[in-house]
Every structure is written in C-alpha cells, then in structure tokens.
C-alpha cells in the first residue's frame, strides 16, 4: 500500500446510478485509514494531514449528495432508513471492499476511523455506533440534530472525537449532548470548542489534530 510521493485517484462506482469516491494514499505505507463522508473534500484534508506531519493516512471519502435533503436522508438514520440503509450498506461494506481489492487498504479495526463534519457528522456518529467491529474511531465536526443519542448506546463504543466552532451555538450544543451521553456510557471521548463558524475550513483544521490524537506515538 504504497505510493510514491503521494497519490490522488477518484473513481465512480455503481451505487445510486454512478458514486464518486476520491481516495488519497500518503507517499509511504498508510498507517491509518480513514474512511469519510463527502469525500469530495479529500483534496484538501489530504493537503493538511500532510502538512501536519502525523502518522501515513489513507483517505477514502464518499463523495454526498449535492441536494441537502437527499443527503440528509442518506447520512441521518431517521428521516428515510431504507434509503439510509442502502447508503449504509454501500459506504460500510461496498467502499471498504473496493478500497482494499483496488488498492490494498486493509488495516485493522485499531487503525481504522470514519470521519464526517455537519450531516456527515451525522453520519460518521451512526456508522460508527453501529459498526465498532471495522471502526475503531469516530471523528465528528460539528454534527447536525438530526441523529440524537439513543438512549441505550449499544457497545463496544468506539472512541469519539467530536468538535465544534464558538461561532455555530446549535452545532457545538449538538457536539456537547454527544459528548456527554457517549461519557456516560463509558466511552473514550474528547470535545474540543474551536474559534470559527460552520465551515469546512474548521474542519480541515482539526482533521490532522483528530488523526494525531487517535493514532498519534
């Protein structure tokens, strides 16, 4: 799983009538791999991972819906779960076994994280719930309302980083409410409380933070 200098590829696969997915192999032997929602972001969080210095990651992102609503109802279990399902069953099954028959991404659950920001936040929290046996580690920004903590979390849980901006009150409230109910069920979590709004610079920011913390010496 190596890449000399580094290496971008997207390629579109069969969910849904044709589904980007953009995936970033670090120069050397990834070390983490982190499968993420709206992966037409990868450019740019791949830029700032390397520019970080943290451990070799694999990206892997699914590229979201365009539409707001079509993406909610594929990212939050709650709004269409049929539609939430298949969605599910591709990013959590389909993506993982192209990824490692294309390109030999196979690391175990303890190298492995899913990672999202406002609905894909969302997102990242459910699969992650749902899923502990191939994600070792969820890395949240600023989640959306729409997936609420149940009220028994089931376990393993995985550990939880979670982050949101000073400047978007409802997102950082929705940060904190998960936060304390994964703490309460005994979970490994942290919060952090950025300067900034809702932003995909935020975000950027905090990923090569994210990684460090989870897989960090």
């Keep these: 799983m190596t890449a000399p200098g580094g290496e971008l590829v997207t390629e579109v696969l069969p969910f849904d009538h044709g589904r980007s997915v953009t995936v970033h192999l670090p120069a050397g032997t990834a070390e983490v791999v982190v499968f993420a929602a709206d992966g ?16 070799p990651t694999a990206l892997v992102g699914v590229h979201g819906r365009t539409d ?3 993406r909610i109802h594929e990212y939050s279990p709650g709004f269409d779960p049929p539609r939430f399902a298949a969605h599910e069953a591709f990013f959590v ?7 490692r ?7 175990p659950v303890a ?22 046996d191939v994600y070792g580690t969820i890395l949240c920004g600023s989640p959306g309302g729409g997936y609420q903590p149940p009220a028994e979390l ?7 980083y979670l982050v949101a901006g000073t400047g978007e009150p409802f997102f950082l409230a929705n940060a904190t409410r998960w936060a304390d109910s994964l703490r309460a069920a ?9 300067d900034g ?3 995909p610079a935020l975000w950027q920011a905090e990923l090569p933070r994210m990684v460090e913390w989870a897989f960090g010496p």
């Design 111 to 132: 190298r492995t994280a899913v990672f999202g920001a406002s609905a894909g936040g969302e997102l990242a929290l459910a699969v992650g719930l749902r899923h502990p």
């Design 68 to 70: 707001d609503m079509e």
């Design 93 to 99: 099954d389909g993506v993982r076994r192209w990824a």
């Design 197 to 199: 709004d809702h932003d």
């Design 40 to 55: 037409q972001g990868v450019p740019g969080w791949a830029a700032a991972l390397e520019a970080a210095g943290g451990p």
């Design 154 to 160: 089931p376990g393993p849980i995985p550990r939880t």
């Design 101 to 107: 028959q294309r390109f030999g991404v196979d690391l």
């Design 186 to 194: 005994g979970a490994e979590v942290v919060l952090r409380e950025r």
